[in-house]
């Protein structure tokens, strides 16, 4: 992998949701990586060419409980992915981010693996609902596009506490 891309995807990620200096926030790390799979193993997903991750998505499959926890902001997205039963049936997912490159955007990238990991996930879990915190227009456009492909309902925490 080109350790150029990568770099550049983190430093995305950090310019754009701040999550080092937010403890709220779910900051990707090996054990936070190994969390998510033990969850489900499509919860990321990521595009490569030749010099590595273009883009790169993050869902966490959970219990409507939760979600509506999460979205009255009773819990935070850290919460969120710490309460997360494993070995049970989810019935919503979280649609908790998505990173593109500048130059791969508006392709359809990010749909496409958020898309696929809810497919993946659906196989096995009776899902019901979306929810999602949008952090820009284009991540409230996502998630209203992936929304209506599932035709599912979609909830969105309204602040940013």
Not at 83 to 97: F, Q, V
Not at 122 to 127: M, Q, R, T
Request: aromatic content about 8%.
């Amino acid at each position: 992998m080109s350790q150029e891309n990568f770099l550049r995807m983190m430093q995305l990620a950090e310019k754009f949701f701040g999550t080092r200096t937010d403890p709220t926030q779910i900051s990707v790390d090996p054990k936070v990586m190994n969390r998510l799979k033990r969850i489900h193993a499509s919860t990321m997903m990521e595009k490569r060419v030749r010099k590595g991750p273009v883009a790169w998505i993050l869902i966490i499959p959970t219990t409507q409980k939760l979600m509506k926890q999460f979205i009255k902001s009773e819990i935070n997205e850290r919460e969120l992915l710490k309460k997360t039963p494993l070995h049970i049936k989810y019935d919503a997912i979280y649609l908790c981010s998505a990173l593109v490159l500048p130059e791969y955007r508006r392709k359809g990238i990010a749909k496409r693996l958020m898309c696929k990991a809810i497919r993946s996930i659906k196989k096995e879990h009776p899902i019901n609902a979306l929810f999602y915190w949008a952090f820009s227009p284009s991540g409230r456009k996502l998630a209203v596009s992936v929304a209506s492909e599932f035709d599912l309902p979609l909830y969105k925490r309204t602040n940013n506490d």
